[in-house]
């Protein structure tokens, strides 16, 4: 059975950071593509940011650019998402999922997490 656990979401200021991590498990991981999406209140879940299985390749939504930096330590079964400079309009839930072909769509993602609050204080 396939697990996708996130944690490190809470409340923040605009302008602070927060890490955001999330453990698999029930999968070979390194095997996974690792997306991170986020959905505000009354839109639509939305592209972050991605990593490849080994983690040699990543790619961002170009609203964190700069900011967010996504990365993964496959010994410990682990994607992080170091989020920077944070914003407003940046509170959603977010959420990691993994997938073989995982890329920037929702579709292209097989397993997700029950996601994870962050909420930025203006």
């Known amino acids: 059975q396939v697990q996708l656990v996130e944690s490190g979401g809470g409340l923040v200021q605009a302008g602070g950071s927060l890490r955001l991590s999330c453990a698999a498990s029930?999968?070979?991981?390194?095997?996974?593509?690792m997306g991170w999406f986020r959905q505000a209140p009354g839109k639509e879940r939305e592209f972050v940011a991605r990593?490849?299985?080994?983690?040699?390749?990543?790619s961002y939504a170009d609203s964190v650019k700069g900011r967010f930096t996504v990365s993964r330590d496959n010994a410990k079964n682990t994607v992080y998402l170091q989020m920077n400079s944070l914003k407003p309009e940046e509170t959603a839930v977010y959420y990691c999922?993994?997938?073989?072909?995982?890329?920037?769509?929702?579709?292209?993602?097989?397993?997700w997490g029950q996601g994870t609050q962050v909420t930025v204080s203006s």
């Open positions: 990593i490849s299985g080994g983690g040699s390749s990543t």
């Open positions: 029930g999968l070979t991981f390194n095997r996974y593509a």
């Open positions: 999922a993994a997938g073989e072909t995982g890329w920037r769509t929702i579709t292209t993602y097989t397993y």
